[in-house]
């Protein structure tokens, strides 16, 4: 079951990007972050309430850095998906595997050095070939936008990708320390609301464009909730390594529905180049998050 949770969320996700996509040319990136954080908080907050989970938090600070930087992440993704194919856009956020694995590296070749205090670590070969190949890929798949005047969208999106990863591991920490996933959630959202309620004022609101077009905020809001639901389940109800390795693997699921909403929604044309460097991507973030897995298992305890 929880297979099929982590590809539900997935296909949300992809079709929450095709609806950012057809809500552009009315709102900005600010106004966007901040109605699809208004919607999740609210849906967040009936959901909490339903299940009895408490709201109030002892850890506030924690949940004020993981927003800030999620925020940042998620505005850097929206605008990507504004300017770029929608492909391009979700594979280049989708990198966070491969970031966690340059820090991971980052911290081995950290530890040879003399002064840093860390017991040494040896040095993962297979893994720094992953992420070789992966920012191979980026460069194959950054070509066309580089030709059609979207290299500032393309570095956004892969900034998108980094500071993802870095949000990741923040939630990571709040979930190890006791906060419920949607509580975390419910402060993401909150802090979606109030950095895009600022972003908007500095940036100015569009001119309300009617519901016909305005329609389309209501769905970012309620895909993006409910894709973090599915995903939260879906690792929840993997009880081995194997059923969570499975299951982390199978998010990439959602580049392959953003690839079809752009071939046959928004006619996207990538190249050959485009359509390899996101193959070459994929294959790369799922083999780090494997050998992550192998590395953590082979790791010795901690007495």
Not at 149 to 159: D, K, V
Not at 178 to 183: A, I, T, V, Y
Not at 254 to 281: C, K, Q
Request: proline residues 4%.
């Amino acid at each position: 079951m929880q297979v099929l949770w982590m590809v539900v969320g997935a296909f949300l996700f992809a079709t929450m990007g095709m609806c950012i996509k057809y809500a552009a040319p009315y709102f900005n990136t600010a106004e966007i972050v901040f109605y699809r954080g208004l919607i999740g908080m609210l849906v967040l907050w009936l959901l909490s309430a339903s299940q009895g989970v408490s709201l109030k938090t002892a850890h506030p600070w924690m949940h004020t850095w993981r927003s800030l930087v999620g925020v940042t992440a998620m505005g850097c993704w929206f605008y990507a998906i504004t300017q770029m194919p929608l492909a391009s856009a979700m594979t280049l956020n989708y990198m966070s595997s491969i970031w966690i694995a340059v820090f991971l590296l980052a911290g081995a070749l950290w530890s040879l050095h003399p002064k840093s205090g860390k017991p040494r670590q040896a040095l993962n070969t297979p893994l720094i070939a992953t992420i070789l190949i992966g920012f191979a890929g980026v460069v194959l798949m950054l070509q066309p936008s580089f030709a059609q005047e979207e290299s500032a969208a393309a570095f956004i999106g892969l900034a998108s990708g980094l500071l993802s990863a870095l949000a990741y591991m923040q939630v990571v920490s709040l979930s190890r320390i006791g906060e419920p996933e949607s509580r975390t959630v419910f402060f993401f959202g909150l802090g979606c609301t109030l950095v895009g309620l600022i972003a908007s004022c500095v940036t100015g609101f569009s001119q309300w464009p009617g519901w016909e077009a305005a329609w389309w905020l209501i769905p970012i809001g309620l895909l993006a909730a409910g894709g973090q639901l599915c995903m939260t389940r879906s690792y929840a109800s993997a009880k081995t390594a194997r059923g969570t390795l499975v299951v982390a693997n199978l998010q990439y699921s959602g580049i392959v529905f953003a690839g079809l909403y752009s071939l046959f929604l928004f006619n996207d044309r990538l190249g050959w180049e485009g359509w390899l460097g996101m193959t070459l991507i994929v294959v790369s973030g799922i083999a780090a998050t494997i050998f992550r897995a192998r590395g953590a298992a082979a790791a010795p305890a901690k007495p």
